[in-house]
């Protein structure tokens, strides 16, 4: 026998299973059952595929054992098994840092952290809600030796040898004294139907009950063993989507999401002709914790005839749709596909495009208060769909949306459409990374005056990148501000006369600035703040942002442009200015304050400071 530590984060979580998280004891029957399941499923899997193994007489399924005497549970499958070396992988470590970041995630609210239990894939550990003690006894498939790992939840699990005839895995939960309550049959059967209904194998129950025979003098009470399936055991996605109610979905999507919650929406669809399948999808209330991880789970199921394949291939649906959950059946491929074969695979191409146009059809049908939730857990996610998934752009471009300069909330494209000029047909947006700073920002201004809607695109890191290759949108063209002329009420001959007039201001300000910027311009932008500053668009470095983003890399620095209002009384006076330290000063100052508008820094902060303070003096 050898004893082991548990993974310090395990350690944490077997606490807080068992003194914290009460509000939903019973899933620890859900989360065991379904990885009885997911092991049969496995096995299922290897046994039509392996030409060795498919003469076995063999047909899936679960037990459910109750023994009042011995306050113990018994979960037993006929799946693929474990080894020690998987026992000690998959039940005293986690491999990924899921446990670390379900502690981390924890709210303090124990219904809530009950939910988060099988998002991160530590569901076996809910047993210690009710358990003093587990063991587990389990034979691998293909090999002799079984092995035993016990635990009673603190800091230690032990694992041997042991005889075990058959494949599969045998749980022995012994129950706290208070959690009687799951050796009653009636009990026990009821949180089966609530949560594993749908399981696709039988799960029998056994238990013991009395019954009496005869009568009078001769009747005699006897303990008899019994045995009844306590599922339906049909794969609920075969089923017509007429025999089904909304309960039937929502109880499935519980089992396979391993939570209480419901999903926001959920879409059954069959498809016969060349290519049959079926698939049924669920699209969460709140976006998997792991979705903006780079070792996010695939959320959807790979059947093939009912036969279970794969949970682990992320290339089922496009990633910008991690977030769904859900199972893809096929009629067509064959048993033994390999991970390659799926990547290639014509059949599949073609589900995964169905699938797609579905589940983008069905968001955007979504009524006010479901987009809104969308919206809320997932429009990131649907901007970088816009950028990879050219195909569905149109879908998805109709149901993103951004904040607006004229309207509350978050408005789509559509919307913005309705209340646009339909003579210009453009679409405006400004990009940054404050909402505030862009709300305030003088190259709004213009905008505003003229009662224009400016869309606010305040997630720079994606909306720099994907909101320009958008290009068009129902004909109307997306227009950032930063880079063409404001709207203007001076004609052509009054913009050339004011340049004219105002050459040498720009000259002498260009002179004192040198390389910090570009270029020095009058502004037909700015209604109230005397200056702004903007990248120069025209810089081949500006048209290459994205590759740099791609790559990982640094953006190389964009040489600005500084525009001056010639309505506002600094710039007036500055033109008129003989003090040339003075000038300088000033000159920096609208140059600094340009950039803190627009969120950038000045580049020397000391010197600006300097600079307001000398100013502020010679203002009295």
């Given amino acids: 026998m050898a004893k082991h530590q548990f993974q310090t984060e395990i350690g944490q979580l077997l606490q807080l299973m068992a003194h914290s998280l009460y509000s939903n004891k019973e899933i620890f029957l859900r989360e065991l059952i379904s990885n009885a399941s997911d092991a049969i499923d496995k096995f299922n899997y290897i046994r ?16 459910v054992k109750l023994d009042k005497e ?78 035993m790992f016990s635990t009673d939840g603190t800091g230690e699990f032990e694992t041997k040898a042991v005889t075990k005839e058959s494949h599969g895995a045998i749980i022995y939960v012994k ?105 049924l999808f669920y699209i969460p209330k709140k976006a998997p914790m ?27 649906l496009p990633p910008y749709l991690r977030f769904v959950r859900g199972i893809i059946d096929s009629e067509d491929l064959p048993l033994n596909v390999s991970r390659e074969i799926l990547q290639e695979n014509r059949i599949l191409a073609n589900i995964k495009q169905n699938s797609v146009k579905k589940i983008l059809q069905t968001i955007k049908k979504l009524d006010a208060e479901e987009a809104e939730t969308f919206t809320k857990e997932y429009n990131r996610v649907i901007k970088e769909g816009i950028f990879t998934d050219h195909t569905n752009k149109e879908l998805l471009l109709d149901i993103v ?31 940054g990374e404050s909402e505030k700073v862009l709300r305030n920002s003088p190259l709004i201004e213009a905008y505003k005056k003229a009662e224009i809607e400016v869309l606010i695109m305040d997630d720079k890191e994606v909306d720099e990148i994907v909101t320009p290759m958008i290009g068009e949108y129902k004909e109307w063209t997306l227009k950032d501000i930063t880079t063409i002329d404001a709207p203007d009420s001076k004609t052509d001959e009054e913009k050339e006369e004011i340049n004219k007039e105002f050459k040498s201001l720009t000259d002498k300000i260009k002179a004192v600035l040198g390389e910090e910027i570009k270029e020095v311009k009058i502004s037909t932008r700015l209604t109230t703040s005397p200056s702004c500053v903007l990248k120069d668009t025209s810089d081949p470095m500006a048209g290459m942002a994205h590759f740099f983003v791609q790559m990982g890399q640094a953006m190389p620095e964009i040489p600005l442009i500084l525009e001056i209002n010639p309505d506002h009384e600094v710039i007036k006076k500055m033109d008129r200015l003989e003090d040339e330290s003075l000038f300088a000063d000033i000159a920096w100052v609208l140059l600094d304050n340009a950039k803190l508008a627009e969120g950038l820094e000045p580049k020397d902060k000391g010197a600006f400071a300097s600079r307001i303070s000398t100013l502020a003096t010679r203002a009295f």
Avoid: C
């Fill in 48 to 63: 039509l595929t392996d030409e060795r193994l498919k003469e076995i007489d063999w047909k899936g399924e679960i037990s």
């Fill in 70 to 147: 011995d306050n113990s549970m018994t979960i037993s499958d006929n799946g693929i098994g474990m080894n020690e070396e998987e026992l000690i992988a998959h039940l005293g470590t986690i491999a990924k840092s899921g446990t670390k970041a379900f502690m981390e995630n924890l709210t303090g609210d124990a219904k809530k952290d009950s939910n988060l239990i099988g998002q991160f894939g530590v569901g076996f550990y809910s047993v210690f809600m009710v358990a003093d003690r587990v063991d587990v006894i389990t034979k691998k498939a293909g090999e002799e030796q079984a092995y």
């Fill in 175 to 279: 129950f706290k004294e208070e959690e009687k309550e799951y050796l009653d049959k009636w009990r026990t059967q009821e949180v089966i139907k609530k949560y594993s209904n749908h399981i696709a194998y039988p799960i029998m129950l056994n238990y013991t009950t009395e019954e009496t025979e005869g009568e009078g003098d001769d009747k005699v009470t006897k303990t008899v063993q019994k045995s009844e399936q306590a599922n339906a055991a049909t794969a609920l996605w075969t089923l017509s989507k007429s025999d089904l109610k909304k309960e039937d979905y929502v109880e499935f999507y519980k089992t396979i999401n391993h939570g209480d919650a419901e999903p926001l929406t959920y879409l059954h669809n069959k498809v016969e002709g060349s290519n049959e399948f079926t698939t």
């Fill in 290 to 316: 792991d979705m903006y991880r780079a070792d996010y789970q695939s959320g959807v199921k790979l059947y093939v005839k009912r036969v279970f394949i794969t949970d682990s291939e992320k290339d089922l």
């Fill in 401 to 431: 949306k951004y904040k607006s300069s004229k309207e509350e909330g978050l408005v789509s494209l559509e919307s913005y459409i309705s209340r646009g000029n339909s003579d210009k047909k453009e679409i405006y947006y400004i990009v």
